[in-house]
Each structure stands twice: as C-alpha cells, then as structure tokens.
C-alpha cells in the first residue's frame, strides 16, 4: 500500500513537473565547459541568448592553463545565473577522441573516460542541481566554428579553424549561416585531419626552442622579429610533403628530432617558423576563398591567437571576426552557443569574475601622472588571454624608459614589447590599421605603428604594434583615455595584463593585494 501511495505521489510530481514545463524551458541556461585537456573554462547563455558568464578556472585556482574545473568558478559562475535549469555542453566528444589515439598509438595518453567523469560527476551533480540529465557533446571544432559564428556580427560567413587537434581534425572550413528561423546551419567545406597540423607545427617549432608548447608559442611569435628567416626552405624542404603543401613528412605531435636544423640559432628558427605557419595560413585562406560562397570570414582555434600572421587576413575576405577568445577556453562559450543554437548576444569580453564599483577614472589618472603606471582591477574580468582594461597594468608609453620600468615588474624578456591601448578614432594617426576587420577592440592583430621612435615601449623590433582599439562605448577605459589625451595630448596607453609572475591574470581583489604588496605598484578597483 506504501508502495502504491508513493508511486501515486510519484505520478503527481511528474504531472506538476509537466504543469511547470514552459517556465522550466523559458529558464534554460546553456552550460558550455572545455575541459580535460588544457585551460579549462566554463560560459553560460540563457535561454535569451545573453551571455550570463564566461570564466577561465587557472584565474580561480591559479594553476596556469590547468584542466580541471575549479570548484571556485562553478559557484561564481552560478552566482550569476537566476535559475538552476541547466543543460550541460562539452566542447569535444570524449569517445571521438579516444579512438583517434587508439589508431594513432598514443599508447600512454590512452584515456576512455566519458564527458562527466572528466568534468567531475561533483561538479556535474552541483551544476545540474541535483536532476540529472544528459551531457551533451559537439565536435571540436564545430565547438570553435560556433564560439566564432554564433558570437560575430555577420548572418552568413565562412568559418575556418585552424588549431592543433580536435577529434581528428586540425583544420575546418565551414559554411555558416542562419536559417528563416535563425537557427545556425554549418556545413563542412574541407577538414585535414590528424597527424597533419599547422599548430601542432608550432608547437613542436616552441618545443624546439627551448620553450614550452600549449603555452609559450607567443614568446616564438615575438622572437621572430630578431632573427632572420634564411632557414625557411631548410624548414619548408625537411618537414613539408611534397605532394600537398598542408601535408607534412613527419607527426610533429611528438616534436621534430633532436638534430633538427641542429646549432641553428633560436630567433632565427622563430623567424623562418613565422614565415612558414604564416605561408601555411595563407594557403588555408586561399582554399577557404574558393570553397566558400561568403566573404565574411570568421576564424577561430588556437593558431588565431597568431596576432602577426592575422594582419593579412583582410586580403582574403570582405570582412574579418576572430572571437576574443579563439583557443580551446573559447570553446566552452562555442559549446553553449550550439546549446542555444542561435545567434547570442556578444557585447563585449567583459563577462568573468566581478569587482564591483566604478571604474577608478580619476584615480588612475592621477597614479599615471605622478608615477606614469598603476594596476586596474575592476568590472568583470576578460574572457581571453588579453587584458583589455579591467585587469590592466597601464603606464605611460612615452619615451625609452618605460618598457625597461614595466618590465622590472612583469620580470619579462626584455625584447618583448608592450601593446597600445588607443582612442578608437586615433588609431589610423599613429597606426597603419589592418583593413577589413569590423573590431581592433581585442588585439587580435598586429598593426604598423607611424611613429616607432615617439612609443619604442609600445613598438616591437619589426616595426609592429598589437593594437587595442576603444570606441565611444560609455566604458572607464574610454572615459580614461579620454581625460588622459587632454591632459598630455597623446591618446593612448600603454597596457599589459595584471599577473604576479608565472600566475595567471588577477581575478578578484585579493589577488589585486598580493600583486600590490609584492611589487609595490597600487591597483584600484
Ligand atoms: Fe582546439
């Protein structure tokens, strides 16, 4: 009888449940997470399509590129969301990817976990509230092409990404566009698949420089300015196939042998690697070209984080988006967006962790006249590995010293030069922009600075600068630069991001304090 009145009082939830129906699917959160591999990250989108929350877990845990959800963002990321309907969406298909080391014998990475056991069944437990339900995979890269489509301005595009590995894929090209009812269609043009790879090229070109890949390939890109590129065709001639200009002779994914191009001096392997990943890029967009009916391009995956190699993408297509964010971490606001299946509501990158309060204008001001740098850290921090002014160090980019200062702090290479952060409208009088990009909002792309001699901080070796543009957007960076360009006449800053030394970007105020506390530079919030 128990029995009976239980399963009756069963029957009854599950009618109510029905009852609650639309309000549950009206309430909808999409839970995007990238993780598993590197750089674990977690997004999520209503069932509006606005963007709740997009979060890095190293800023949380501060593990660099670490794979784990961290405990910590999940309850921030939480904290922003009013309803706890949520449908969980992993950017890869776990399965997809253990049969691909299966058949390549990557004999000791051989991992069959399903999406849950890599999230965390805890973390799955605490992001589902309890209910249950299924996780939903995507592909890899399809994850990329959706983090890039779904977030850019265009209702039609061609998509390509170009990583080191998805599944099986390391390059995609897709058609992407709306349908009547604006649900995203993507059809795929041309893959090359794994061990074929432009980024596990540079990697294993990182790795071979002493540096370390998955995390140090944009030191390669900045060395590449101090070397020459005579050793190009050696390269090209020793690791490229003759019968496909996209094929290589060797799986680069266990790095090239010990004597290659041996006693070769390092700059000068990063300036032939620059040359030659940027030859490979340009064949992609050419193929791109011809397949593709749109001329938006829209370009994602890890290799688009190459902001030197990005200034030629405009030669190819009418119009250029790369989503702030283009790596794996990006991936998981992909993931929530094939979630929704609509375009969403990108704005900004400002969608992390919360400082609140109004931006410091005044205070910054003052900081940078009497001591010519001061720390930032407030708003929501950037989804993305840039700091674009709510976890900025910012200083003065006038004259030769200044590089030499900011680097006592950020204890860097010293050739490595610091990025402009400009008046949107100023940009074209002290830089030779690239053309055909609708935003230079996320210093994506490296431009040709006009007064090299003026800026040597903000200026690299090869006469380049990484340029963050800001238009008239009501934000405490525009308002600052602003106030700023009266008072000195010049309309930009200089801005690197907020870190202690081998840790990943200040996330919340604590992290403000230590960074104060060790190298004695205020931060306001
Ligand atoms: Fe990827």
Redesign the pocket.
């Known amino acids: 009888m128990g029995r009976f009145i239980e399963n009756i009082n069963f029957a009854n939830d599950l009618k109510n449940l029905k009852n609650e129906t639309p309000s549950f699917t009206n309430n909808m959160n999409y839970i995007g997470i990238s993780c598993g591999f590197h750089d674990a990250a977690l997004s999520i989108v209503d069932v509006h399509g606005d963007i709740l929350f997009a979060g890095h877990s190293e800023r949380y845990s501060k593990q660099k590129h670490t794979k784990d959800l961290c405990w910590d963002l999940v309850t921030d990321a939480l904290s922003h969301t009013k309803y706890s309907y949520n449908e969980i969406h992993y950017y890869e298909r776990p399965w997809m990817k253990f049969l691909r080391q299966l058949r390549t014998g990557e004999g000791s990475k051989l991992t069959n976990l399903s999406a849950k056991e890599i999230i965390g069944p805890n973390l799955v437990h605490k992001l589902q509230d309890g209910r249950g339900g299924k996780i939903h995979t995507h592909n890899?890269?399809l994850s990329?092409a959706a983090a890039g489509f779904q977030t850019s301005p265009f209702n039609d595009a061609t998509v390509v990404v170009i990583?080191?590995?998805?599944e099986f894929d390391t390059i995609t090209i897709w058609d992407a566009r709306y349908d009547k009812i604006g649900v995203a269609k993507y059809t795929k043009l041309y893959t090359l698949k794994y061990p074929d790879s432009i980024g596990l090229f540079y990697s294993a070109m990182t790795k071979r420089v002493g540096l370390r890949p998955l995390d140090e390939e944009y030191i390669l890109m900045g060395m590449a300015a101090y070397g020459e590129s005579t050793l190009y065709k050696q390269m090209h001639d020793e690791l490229i196939d003759d019968s496909n200009e996209l094929r290589f002779k060797h799986n680069l994914h266990i790095g090239v042998p010990d004597d290659f191009l041996e006693g070769a001096n390092d700059m000068d392997i990063a300036s032939a690697s620059q040359v030659m990943v940027e030859n490979l890029i340009r064949t992609v967009m050419r193929k791109a070209r011809f397949h593709s009916k749109s001329r938006n391009l829209v370009y994602g995956?890890?290799v688009a984080l190459n902001c030197l190699a990005n200034r030629f993408l405009g030669e190819y297509f009418d119009n250029v988006w790369i989503m702030p964010n283009p790596?794996?971490a990006g991936?998981s606001l992909g993931a929530s967006a094939l979630g929704y299946g609509r375009k969403i509501n990108f704005n900004n990158c400002f969608i992390g962790r919360n400082i609140s309060g109004p931006y410091p204008v005044n205070g910054l001001l003052d900081k940078l006249l009497s001591d010519r740098m001061v720390g930032v850290a407030n708003g929501r921090a950037e989804f993305g590995p840039r700091a674009l002014g709510n976890r900025s160090l910012l200083a003065d980019p006038r004259g030769k010293d200044i590089k030499d200062k900011v680097n006592q702090i950020k204890r860097r290479q010293q050739f490595r030069p610091f990025a402009p952060v400009i008046l949107e409208e100023m940009a074209d009088k002290y830089f030779y922009m690239p053309h055909n990009w609708h935003t230079h909002n996320y210093m994506q792309s490296v431009a040709i600075c006009r007064f090299p001699n003026l800026y040597p901080a903000i200026c690299h070796a090869d006469g380049t600068s990484r340029v963050q543009t800001v238009p008239k957007d009501g934000s405490g960076i525009r308002e600052l630069l602003e106030k700023w360009y009266v008072l000195t006449e010049c309309p930009m800053l200089l801005n690197t991001s907020l870190n202690i030394r081998g840790e990943p970007m200040v996330n919340d105020r604590n992290d403000a304090d230590r960074f104060e506390t060790l190298y004695g530079i205020k931060v306001l919030s």
């Open positions: 890899h890269h990329h990583d080191a590995i998805g995956g890890g790596g794996d991936s």
